[in-house]
């Protein structure tokens, strides 16, 4: 099912005469309004209606998360606050966070897109939408929860948390689809198996997963352990949030970008250029009809690539393959985007620790886990020899991450010098999720 | 009248402790006690030695985190109730003890209690009041 048939399935040609317009657009609203973009094209020695052709997408200087971060809070918005009807941010203190606002129009679009999320999956008024994405300055909850008041359906904003309630609310209230990170679907079927909940018999029929990244496998396992078809959805919200892509259920391959909102491009991530279509390298977003937040080649250092052959479902917006990696150190975990810099800084601020660290992140059952390794200096023994100092410096480390990166840790002190070395180099972060085992 | 230990941070996992011994045994330094407080992923090892900067000098070297915490030893007769009369007049002094550990000497007539307390300088005054032998570090290092 297509929710907008009219733009959906533009042909090509159409499509991209509509994302060109669009674009000359919204280069010259950020270039005239947004002091950011004015100063780094005419760094790049670079007039908007320089670009006549989607071709010329390359001579446009890229937009960074760092760009972002150092116009905290609001200095990349292109609308008199008075406009603005909400704001969202990425998870982070100060140093990290992206403050992004919306206007009344751009909650409409937001809405619309992740509407057709919905429709794509398969979903009518008739359904009832268990949300379990969380509620707050992340986009998750209030996207998906937009999107489904749209479509008509009936929404649960559960939010995140609390699983005991949400496994009743599953049985009670009989959802017919789920929406959470995939990694919180299958801890709530753990919990349900332990509590004798058969998760099959559950109304549940689709489940629309996102917010970190997951394979194939996990799909296996989901679609199993829940009897849905699960469904694989894309968005950041820097760039707008959920709703930005999804997987149709007739394809179940591959996430349509909807690109008479977006234009989506691959680069090689060191390089910069623009790869040929088909070839990995990482995401880069152009909005093309946000007032408030416009964002000019945004690099996601999300990696995957374009899925040429055309979609079953009828859609002639291209489609990303699952994200299979960042070209940062970044990781996600529980739906939550962790910078090794986030980390780094909250260690730097403890005297008795370092310099050298680790992260190791890891699944235990369902659940995904992160352990900050860190070596202690001569000054964690300075004063009496106590044990207990030391399970307090612990408990600081773990109170400092839950502050800054808004999920628990586990801390481990290790002796100095007894991290792994990588060439001279400690290897930041160990992933043993082995989220991606028989691909590449 | 405190004495030095060395404290030692060390993980919890095998070949640890039998690194530290190695270097100790080495570099021909004796162990006259010694204690370990652990949790399960670190400890602490405590050390009273024959030669205190010799000892902590080597495990530097050997990449350890060492300190030198000054802690209290007293000697008491290793009888019943020897214990009991130091934490009596310790406790009288609402002074709290952070950790000890003990050991008899050669002789075997008496035990030597090693003591981290929350306040050493009221500690060793109590003691001395109440005619309890509080050592000194040559003594304790040469026994």
């Known amino acids: ?440 | 009248m405190k004495v030095e230990q060395i404290s030692i941070f060390m993980e919890n996992k095998p070949g640890s402790l039998e690194n530290v011994t190695r270097i100790l045994k080495d570099a021909d330094i004796n162990i006259r006690t010694l204690s370990l407080a652990d949790t399960s992923d670190f400890g602490i090892l405590r050390l009273i030695v024959n030669d205190v900067d010799a000892a902590k000098k080597v495990l530097k070297e050997n990449g350890f985190t060492v300190s030198r915490t000054t802690v209290i030893a007293v000697e008491v007769p290793d009888q019943p109730g020897g214990l009991h009369r130091i934490m009596s007049v310790i406790a009288a002094q609402n002074i709290n003890v952070d950790y000890l550990y003990a050991f008899v000497e050669k002789s075997g007539e008496n035990a030597v209690i090693i003591f981290r307390f929350n306040d050493p300088d009221a500690a060793i005054d109590v003691l001395q009041k109440n005619n309890f032998t509080v050592l000194s570090g040559e003594k304790l290092y040469s026994f």
């Open chain 1, 1 to 440: 099912m297509i929710y907008n048939e009219d733009f959906e399935t533009l042909p090509r040609e159409v499509l991209e005469t509509l994302q060109l317009k669009r674009l000359q657009q919204v280069l010259q609203k950020a270039y005239h309004t947004v002091g950011f973009y004015k100063k780094s094209f005419d760094a790049a020695g670079l007039r908007p209606d320089d670009i006549k052709n989607l071709s010329d997408m390359g001579r446009i200087p890229v937009t960074t998360k760092k760009d972002l971060v150092d116009n905290y809070p609001f200095g990349l918005f292109a609308v008199p606050m008075s406009n603005i009807v909400r704001l969202h941010a990425s998870s982070g203190t100060k140093d990290h966070a992206a403050v992004v606002g919306y206007t009344k129009r751009d909650i409409e679009t937001w809405s619309e897109l992740m509407t057709r999320c919905f429709v794509a999956a398969g979903l009518t008024k008739n359904d009832v939408i268990h949300n379990a994405f969380g509620y707050g300055l992340f986009t998750g909850g209030l996207g998906v929860h937009y999107g489904a008041e749209r479509l008509g359906a009936s929404v649960i904003p559960i939010s995140g948390g609390n699983t005991k309630r949400q496994l009743m609310i599953l049985q009670d209230f009989g959802p017919t689809t789920l929406c959470s990170t995939p990694s919180y679907a299958l801890n709530l079927a753990e919990h349900g198996r332990a509590a004798g909940v058969d998760m099959r018999s559950l109304k549940l029929r689709v489940g629309i997963f996102g917010g970190e990244p997951w394979s194939d496998t996990m799909r296996e396992q989901l679609e199993e352990t829940f009897d849905i078809k699960a469904l694989n959805i894309y968005g950041l919200t820097e760039v707008m949030g959920p709703g930005m892509s999804i997987e149709c259920i007739e394809g179940r391959n591959g996430m349509h970008v909807f690109e008479d909102h977006f234009i989506v491009e691959i680069i090689h991530p060191e390089t910069g250029e623009v790869l040929p279509p088909g070839e990995q390298g990482e995401l880069v977003f152009t909005t093309l009809t946000k007032e408030a937040f416009p964002l000019i080649r945004y690099r996601t250092r999300d990696l995957s690539r374009f899925i040429m052959e055309p979609c079953r479902c009828g859609r002639s917006h291209i489609r990303i393959d699952r994200i299979t990696g960042r070209s940062d150190n970044a990781f996600s975990i529980r739906g939550v985007t962790v910078y090794p810099s986030q980390i780094e800084a909250v260690l730097k601020g403890i005297k008795e620790l370092g310099p050298r660290y680790q992260l190791i992140v890891d699944r235990v059952g369902t659940m995904d886990t992160l352990e900050i390794q860190v070596e202690v200096n001569e000054k964690i023994l300075s004063d009496s020899g106590e044990v207990k100092v030391l399970q307090n410096i612990e408990k600081l480390i773990a109170k400092d991450m839950k502050d800054e990166l808004g999920i628990s840790v586990k801390t481990k002190l290790v002796e100095p010098n007894s991290l792994q070395h990588l060439e001279g180099k400690v290897e930041r972060v160990i992933d043993r999720r082995n989220i991606w085992p028989s691909e590449q």
